[in-house]
């Protein structure tokens, strides 16, 4: 069975650039997630969402981050513009369903450096 | 407020010995507790989690983890430590119906020959 596959696997940008991440679920898993992950903590959840709708988006900073699951599969996180304190690892994981005690797998992540 | 902690930072074993590493969790309601793996320059990799039922739980890599609702205590255990263990190891907490997990802070596993 594959895995959560992640593109790119690294990025650096400049501030006040765009950036976009990608992010395709294991066949068939219902809910899908977006973590940050700053160097030295746990990753944070930005966003989760259960098909093609958004679930929990509490911790996402609207004002410069998006993202979208159009068809129920695959999904993408872009910041626009970005900090220097979104350098991070940005992972993506996903659950067959959205229940309590789900398992979540994550992909390899992307790694990000804001210059 | 929800949380998980790990109050190590790093633990240091030598290879053979058996390893512990520490998980207190507080959550209002039944806790659901995981234990995730990372090696460097990739994502996280699920050991085991405790739903419900027996206290002590078997997952992947010989590792295994106790449940201690009197002590709020997840702690990740393994009889015989290999080189190959070691990386950074994060405790996480599950706790609502939409799946949410909290994380910890993540204790690196450092297994010397």
């Known amino acids: 069975e594959a895995g959560v596959a992640q593109s790119p696997r690294y990025k650096i940008i400049e501030k006040r650039q765009s950036v976009a991440f990608w992010c395709n679920p294991i066949?068939?898993?219902?809910?899908l997630y977006w973590y940050q992950q700053i160097l030295g903590q746990g990753p944070k959840l930005l966003i989760q969402?259960?098909?093609?709708?958004?679930?929990?988006d509490s911790q996402l900073p609207k004002d410069r981050f998006s993202a979208e699951r159009l068809k129920g599969v695959d999904s993408t996180l872009k910041i626009q513009p970005a900090k220097l304190e979104d350098s991070a690892v940005y992972l993506c994981a996903s659950s067959l369903e959205t229940g309590v005690g789900e398992t979540q797998y994550f992909g390899p992540g992307t790694r990000l450096l804001v210059l | 407020a929800q949380s998980v902690a790990q109050p190590e930072d790093q633990v240091n074993v030598a290879e053979g010995n058996p390893l512990t590493v520490k998980c207190t969790y507080s959550v209002s309601g039944n806790p659901y507790l995981f234990w995730y793996v990372q090696y460097p320059n990739r994502g996280l990799q699920f050991l085991l989690k405790?739903?419900?039922?027996?206290?002590l739980v078997k997952g992947s890599y010989g590792f295994e983890a106790e449940f201690n609702k009197s002590q709020t205590s997840f702690h990740l255990k393994k009889p015989s430590a290999l080189v190959s263990d070691s990386a950074l190891y994060f405790c996480?907490?599950?706790?609502?119906?939409?799946?949410?997990?909290?994380f910890g802070s993540g204790t690196r596993l450092s297994i010397r020959p």
């Open positions: 405790y739903i419900t039922g027996d206290n």
């Open positions: 066949s068939g898993h219902a809910t």
């Open positions: 996480a907490v599950s706790y609502s119906s939409a799946s949410k997990i909290i």
């Open positions: 969402f259960q098909n093609n709708g958004v679930v929990d």
